[in-house]
């Protein structure tokens, strides 16, 4: 057993750490689905476009496009670091203070 599993709190941490990695693996799907659905609205209001009166559909497709690039960066983020979403956890504890604050 190596010494980090012997710390009173490594189960709770593990813990976290898989609650961690299942919110990312949620999220980079429901991105996944939310890419085809802004790229459909993106199509469906370029087809809607009267050319006289486009200011419902030129506000939809700039709308869509924005949250597609937001997508697109949040998703690539995401992927970045689903190996590694996990980086440290910090006790601090003033000299004259039994609590600690655990980050």
Same mark, same amino acid.
């Given at each position: 057993?190596?010494?980090?599993?012997?710390?009173?709190?490594?189960?709770?941490?593990?813990?976290?750490?898989?609650?961690?990695?299942? !919110?990312?693996?949620?999220?980079?799907?429901?991105?996944?689905?939310?890419?085809?659905?802004?790229?459909?609205?993106?199509?469906?209001? =370029?087809?809607?476009?009267?050319?006289?009166?486009?200011?419902?559909?030129?506000?939809? !497709?700039?709308?869509?496009?924005?949250?597609l690039e937001m997508n697109e960066r949040d998703y690539r983020h995401l992927k970045r670091?689903?190996?590694?979403?996990? =980086?440290?956890?910090?006790? =601090?504890?003033?000299?004259?203070?039994?609590?600690?604050?655990? =980050?």
């Amino acid at each position: 057993m190596l010494g980090t599993e012997l710390h009173p709190d490594y189960q709770k941490e593990k813990d976290r750490l898989d609650y961690t990695k299942e !919110i990312i693996d949620q999220i980079l799907g429901a991105t996944e689905q939310n890419k085809d659905q802004y790229k459909g609205n993106i199509k469906d209001a =370029f087809v809607e476009l009267d050319w006289v009166d486009s200011s419902l559909s030129y506000i939809n !497709i700039l709308t869509n496009t924005k949250f597609l690039e937001m997508n697109e960066r949040d998703y690539r983020h995401l992927k970045r670091i689903e190996k590694k979403p996990y =980086f440290a956890r910090i006790d =601090f504890q003033l000299a004259d203070e039994s609590k600690s604050d655990t =980050f």
